[in-house]
C-alpha cells in the first residue's frame, strides 16, 4: 500500500497581501509530489484552524512580507486549543533573526528567510511529515 503524500496548508495570514513567494513555494512543492492546499491572502486565524483540521494537512507554511508573522503565535496557540498540536507550522519570508526567536519558541518548527533552497523546504515537510505520521501511527 502506498503512503499518501505530505499534505500541506500555503497560506498567508494578516493584511499582508504578498502571495509571489507563497505562490512559487506552493507550486514546487507540488511539482515535489506533495498535495496542496493554497488560501488566497488575508485568511483569518479560525479560518486557517478550520481548513488544516478539515484538510488533515500535514503541514501549515505561512508566508509573511509585510510582518504578519508577528500574529502566527497567536495562530500557534488557536492549533494547541483546537488539539491540533501534531500540525507543524513552518514560516516563510523577511522574518528579522529576533522574530524568528519568538516564533521558535511559539513552537514554530522552522522559519525560512528569502533565498532559502526550495528543495530544503521541501526535505523540512517530508522529514516533518514523517514525525508526524510516526507519532500518529
Known amino acids: 500500500m502506498h503512503e499518501r503524500p505530505p499534505k500541506v496548508l500555503v497560506t498567508k495570514i494578516g493584511l499582508d497581501g504578498h502571495d509571489r513567494g507563497s505562490r512559487v513555494v506552493a507550486s514546487f512543492l507540488r511539482d515535489a509530489g506533495m498535495e496542496i492546499v493554497y488560501t488566497p491572502p488575508w ?34 496557540q488557536a492549533l494547541r486549543e483546537a488539539g491540533l498540536t501534531d500540525i507543524s507550522v513552518i514560516v516563510g519570508g523577511i522574518v528579522p533573526d529576533a522574530d524568528e526567536a519568538v516564533l521558535l519558541a511559539a513552537g514554530v518548527a522552522k522559519v525560512f528567510h528569502p533565498g532559502s533552497p526550495l528543495e530544503g523546504i521541501a526535505e523540512e515537510v517530508r522529514r516533518l511529515t514523517g514525525a508526524r505520521r510516526a507519532l500518529n501511527a
Open 43 to 76: 485568511q483569518e486565524i479560525p479560518t486557517v484552524v478550520k481548513l488544516a483540521m478539515e484538510e488533515d494537512v500535514d503541514v501549515i507554511g505561512v508566508s509573511s512580507l509585510a510582518t504578519d508573522h508577528l500574529i502566527v503565535p497567536r495562530l500557534m
